[in-house]
C-alpha cells in the first residue's frame, strides 16, 4: 500500500481512534493500538501528538470543528441551516454508530470526559454564540436573545436521536427544528405592550 499522507492518512487515524474508544474504551486507544488499527507507524503519530491523551483529544476536536462551517452565509436561518446540515451528516454518517459509542465511552473517562467538556463542547459554545452576534449586528436575530438557550436549540434535538431516542435524523428534521423553533424563538419582536395594575 503506497503511503498516505494528508486528508487520506488523518481520516484513517481518526476512524482507527474513534473504533478502538467505542470497543475497548479510552483505555483501549494506545498509540500501538491505533497504528495498528490505522495501518501506520508509532513514529507518525508521535510527530503528530505527544501522547493518547492529546491524540483522543483533538480527534474529538476535529469531529466537532468539521461538523460546524467556519463561513457566515449571509443570515441566521441560512447559518443553522449549515450548522445542523453539518451534525446531521455527521450523525448519519458511517462513523456515526461509532461516534455515539465512543461519546458514551468517553463520558466515563474523567479526564477525557473533562476535555471534551472543556475543549470539544466550549468550542462549540463559543462559535454558536458568535454566529448569534452575527445576527445581532445583522439584525435577524433580537440582541436580548438569551445566548445561553439560542446555542443548544436545535442541536440538542441532534444529540438526543443520537444518543437517546434512535429515531431519525433527516434534512425534513433540520428543516422543521430551522423554521418552527430556532428562527421564531430569535426573530425579532415589537415590545408587548405593558399593562401595569
Do not use: C, N
Not at 443570515?75 to 448519519?92: E, H, I, Q
Not at 476535555?115 to 458568535?130: H, L, P, S
Request: charged share 25%.
Amino acid at each position: 500500500m503506497g503511503r498516505r499522507r494528508g486528508e487520506e492518512l488523518d481520516a484513517a487515524i481518526r476512524s482507527a481512534v474513534l473504533r478502538l474508544l467505542a470497543e475497548h474504551g479510552p483505555a483501549g486507544v494506545t498509540m500501538e493500538a491505533v497504528a495498528a488499527a490505522a495501518a501506520t507507524s508509532k513514529p507518525v503519530l508521535y510527530r503528530r501528538w505527544p501522547d493518547r491523551a492529546h491524540l483522543l483529544r483533538d480527534t474529538l476536536m476535529g469531529i466537532a470543528t468539521s461538523a460546524i462551517p467556519h463561513t457566515d452565509t449571509g443570515g441566521y436561518r441560512s447559518d443553522m441551516l449549515a450548522v445542523l446540515r453539518g451534525w446531521a451528516a455527521l450523525f448519519t454518517g458511517p462513523d456515526a454508530a461509532l461516534l455515539r459509542a465512543a461519546v458514551a465511552a468517553a463520558a466515563h473517562d474523567p479526564e477525557l470526559a473533562t476535555a471534551f467538556q472543556r475543549d470539544v463542547i466550549g468550542w462549540r459554545k463559543q462559535e454558536m454564540a458568535a454566529l448569534l452576534q452575527r445576527g445581532i449586528d445583522r439584525g435577524d436575530v433580537r440582541p436580548d436573545v438569551p445566548v445561553e438557550i439560542a446555542r443548544e436549540l436545535g442541536q440538542s434535538v441532534l444529540w438526543h436521536r443520537l444518543l437517546i431516542t434512535g429515531d431519525p435524523i433527516t434534512d425534513d428534521l433540520v428543516v422543521t427544528l430551522v423554521d418552527e423553533v430556532l428562527v421564531p424563538f430569535v426573530a425579532p419582536r415589537a415590545d408587548l405592550p405593558y399593562y401595569g395594575l
